[in-house]
C-alpha cells in the first residue's frame, strides 16, 4: 500500500509522515478493520469516501473529511467503535488517523492540507 505525508499547510504542523492510501474498493472496503491501533504518524486516508463507519472497529479514531481541494470541511474526533459518522455529498475524502490526533495539532475546520 502506498504511504503518505499529510501537512496542514495553515497550521505548519505534520498530521502524520506515514498515512496509508486507501484508493482502490478492496483497501477502502478493509480500511483500518483487523488492527488493534494506529501508531504515531499512522493513519488512512480514503478516497474516494463520502463517510466512515466503525462497524468491527476494536479501537477509537478521529476523522478528518476533505473536501476535493483537501481543505478541512468536516472533524470526528475520538469517533468510537460501533458508531458512524454522518454521511456528507460535499466529502471527497477522509483521513482515519489515531484518536486525540485532532486536538494534539489544532486542527480546525478551514484548515487547507498537503498530501504528498
Known sequence: M???????????????????????????GKGLLGRTGLDAGGGLWIKPCSGVHMFGMKFPIDVIGLDGDRKVIKLWPNLKPWRMSPISLSLRSVIELPAGRIAECKMQIGDQLQID
Open 2 to 28: 502506498q504511504v503518505a505525508k499529510v501537512v496542514n499547510t495553515t497550521r505548519g504542523t505534520i498530521i502524520g509522515d506515514r498515512v496509508e492510501i486507501a484508493d482502490t474498493s478492496s483497501t477502502r
